[in-house]
């Protein structure tokens, strides 16, 4: 006690005083421009709660610029009590907004500023009508009244303050616990009780209010911390998602360059297949083969022979037929094939002057209308075998044989000719009709086929032979 009266005593009392209300001052002029800058509620009550503080305690200067700030604008006591109303009510619309009471609980907010914001206007009501009666009375009585009120709304507000869930909420629970114990001994009645002078009063609670204002302080910037982190989360957790988008979108393009060419090689087979179609209706219907049929046509014609003629034109106009409509199907069945082979086989006999004996072999197990296969394949290594085949040799005989291996089918093409010798060296199984069915072979079946020349097939020396075989996948049974 001792020490405090000689502090008291001498300037160190007024420089703190000079000191709380500069801080003061300070803080008022820093949070006030902090809510200009982001509108924040918060700054603003704070900003006010400091200047009412400010401008309560200014009275309390008894010398230097503070002492003629507050004798030109005529403060007294009076003014005081009303600035102290007002900083009281500040701090509970400053927490409650801090706080963010009203997102958290409507009620709650509702309790800790609702009886402040009457409580306020009632303040406003008494200062004035004291002002302008000049009866300070009406104040001092409301004042009672006030500090009843207070008291109770201090008490309502920290229970609701300790049931809430914010760390940052010890803030102004320290806070407002130390300005109501420091306040406490500021006023006279309880001066006179411990037997303190006003000033040691005022001192104790200089202490206390400044204290109080740096926590409050110390909070805001907490509460900017805590939101700059969260922006800084959030702006992270941004950064991560445009990251993963970017890396999605990616994916998608990849894929969608990878669709891009499968559609594009999709596109570039069916056009192969139609060229391939078209290919091998040119090489089925060969110039040589018609040019001969019509030829024979009109030799049977001018030889008087018109139902040689006839019946040679029926068949020929049925296989061109057959051949249209086959060139332009996707799949055909080995069925429609071998009926495609007989009736060329019958129109070149017919050339040939019916020596040429033919035989068609298939296995009873076979279904041939169920075996899908790639139209018009077998019809140019059938031209083979009898144009570089039999044509020159004495004994002429093709067979065609289809039968089953397993989960192959193997379809052969034979002949009696000259065999691979002589003639066949010159390419002729390698024909353009034959690459035609091959790559209609490789794109029908991918690689699940096989081609294979085998001769010679007799023992006979002069005809030799040779066999052209296609094994080909069976369908498989659902």
Same mark, same amino acid.
């Given at each position: 006690?001792?020490?405090?009266?000689?502090?008291?005593?001498?300037?160190?009392?007024?420089?703190?005083?000079?000191?709380?209300?500069?801080?003061?001052?300070?803080?008022?002029?820093?949070?006030?421009? +902090?809510?200009?800058?982001?509108?924040?509620?918060?700054?603003?009550?704070?900003?006010?709660?400091?200047?009412?503080?400010?401008?309560?305690?200014?009275?309390?200067?008894?010398?230097?610029?503070?002492?003629?700030?507050?004798?030109?604008? =005529?403060?007294?006591? *009076?003014?005081?009590?009303?600035?102290?109303?007002?900083?009281?009510?500040?701090?509970?619309?400053?927490?409650?907004?801090?706080?963010? *009471?009203?997102?958290?609980? +409507?009620?709650?907010?509702?309790?800790?500023?609702?009886?402040?914001?009457?409580?306020?206007?009632?303040?406003?009501?008494?200062?004035?009508?004291?002002?302008?009666? @000049?009866?300070?009375?009406?104040?001092? %009585?409301?004042?009672?009244?006030?500090?009843?009120?207070?008291?109770?709304?201090?008490?309502?507000?920290?229970? #609701?303050?300790?049931?809430?869930?914010?760390?940052?909420?010890?803030? #102004?629970?320290? %806070?407002?616990?130390?300005?109501?114990?420091?306040?406490?001994?500021?006023?006279?009645?309880?001066?006179?009780? &411990?037997?303190?002078?006003?000033?040691? @009063?005022?001192?104790?609670?200089?202490?206390?209010?400044?204290?109080?204002?740096?926590?409050?302080?110390?909070?805001?910037?907490?509460?900017?911390?805590?939101?700059?982190?969260?922006?800084?989360?959030?702006?992270?957790?941004?950064?991560?998602?445009?990251?993963?988008?970017?890396?999605?979108?990616?994916?998608?393009? =990849?894929?969608?360059?990878?669709?891009? =060419?499968?559609?594009?090689?999709?596109?570039?087979?069916?056009?192969?297949?139609?060229?391939?179609?078209?290919?091998?209706?040119?090489?089925? &219907?060969?110039?040589?083969?018609?040019?001969?049929?019509?030829?024979?046509?009109? *030799?049977?014609?001018?030889?008087?022979?018109?139902?040689?003629?006839?019946?040679?034109?029926?068949?020929?106009?049925?296989?061109? =037929?057959?051949?249209?409509?086959?060139?332009?199907?996707?799949?055909?069945?080995?069925?429609?094939?071998?009926?495609?082979?007989? *009736?060329?086989?019958?129109?070149?006999?017919?050339?040939?002057?019916?020596?040429?004996?033919?035989?068609?072999?298939?296995?009873?197990?076979?279904?041939?209308?169920?075996?899908?296969?790639?139209?018009?394949?077998?019809?140019?290594?059938?031209?083979?075998?009898?144009?570089?085949?039999?044509?020159?040799?004495?004994?002429?005989?093709?067979?065609?044989?289809?039968?089953?291996?397993?989960?192959?089918?193997?379809?052969?093409?034979?002949?009696?000719?000259? @065999?691979?010798?002589?003639?066949?060296?010159?390419?002729? +199984?390698?024909?353009? %009709?034959?690459?035609?069915?091959?790559?209609?072979?490789?794109?029908?079946?991918?690689?699940?086929?096989?081609?294979?020349?085998?001769?010679?097939?007799?023992?006979?020396?002069?005809?030799?032979?040779?066999?052209?075989?296609?094994?080909?996948?069976?369908?498989?049974?659902?």
């Amino acid at each position: 006690m001792d020490f405090l009266n000689y502090i008291i005593e001498t300037d160190t009392y007024k420089n703190l005083l000079y000191f709380v209300l500069g801080g003061l001052f300070v803080l008022f002029s820093y949070h006030f421009f +902090r809510y200009v800058s982001n509108r924040e509620r918060p700054y603003l009550y704070y900003s006010l709660y400091a200047l009412f503080s400010f401008l309560a305690y200014i009275t309390v200067a008894e010398s230097g610029f503070f002492r003629h700030f507050s004798s030109y604008f =005529r403060f007294d006591n *009076l003014s005081k009590d009303f600035f102290t109303t007002l900083y009281n009510g500040m701090y509970f619309l400053f927490f409650a907004s801090f706080l963010d *009471l009203r997102q958290k609980n +409507r009620c709650y907010f509702r309790i800790a500023t609702q009886p402040v914001y009457i409580l306020i206007a009632l303040s406003c009501f008494f200062f004035a009508v004291a002002k302008i009666s @000049g009866k300070n009375a009406f104040f001092e %009585g409301y004042k009672l009244f006030f500090i009843f009120c207070i008291s109770i709304q201090t008490v309502v507000s920290f229970i #609701i303050l300790l049931k809430i869930k914010n760390r940052l909420k010890w803030y #102004i629970i320290t %806070g407002g616990v130390l300005l109501f114990l420091t306040s406490i001994v500021g006023e006279e009645a309880i001066r006179n009780l &411990i037997h303190i002078s006003y000033k040691k @009063g005022d001192f104790i609670f200089f202490i206390g209010l400044f204290v109080e204002n740096m926590l409050f302080s110390l909070a805001l910037g907490h509460r900017q911390k805590l939101e700059y982190a969260e922006k800084m989360q959030v702006q992270s957790n941004l950064i991560h998602e445009l990251k993963v988008n970017e890396k999605l979108k990616n994916e998608i393009s =990849r894929k969608n360059e990878i669709n891009l =060419r499968a559609e594009n090689e999709r596109i570039r087979i069916q056009q192969e297949n139609t060229e391939l179609a078209l290919s091998a209706l040119r090489s089925q &219907i060969n110039p040589h083969f018609i040019f001969n049929t019509l030829h024979s046509i009109k *030799l049977y014609m001018m030889m008087n022979e018109r139902e040689q003629a006839v019946d040679y034109l029926d068949k020929f106009s049925r296989l061109i =037929r057959l051949i249209l409509h086959a060139s332009f199907q996707k799949e055909s069945t080995l069925k429609a094939e071998i009926s495609i082979l007989q *009736l060329y086989l019958e129109i070149e006999n017919i050339r040939f002057e019916g020596k040429i004996e033919y035989h068609f072999i298939t296995d009873t197990q076979v279904d041939t209308e169920q075996i899908k296969i790639p139209p018009l394949f077998l019809q140019p290594f059938l031209e083979n075998a009898i144009w570089h085949g039999i044509a020159t040799s004495e004994k002429k005989e093709i067979n065609i044989a289809v039968c089953q291996r397993g989960l192959y089918l193997d379809i052969s093409v034979c002949d009696s000719g000259t @065999g691979i010798s002589g003639e066949r060296k010159t390419g002729a +199984r390698t024909s353009y %009709g034959t690459r035609i069915s091959s790559e209609a072979l490789k794109n029908f079946y991918g690689k699940d086929f096989s081609l294979s020349v085998k001769s010679p097939v007799f023992e006979d020396e002069k005809s030799p032979g040779t066999c052209v075989t296609v094994t080909i996948p069976l369908p498989s049974k659902k």
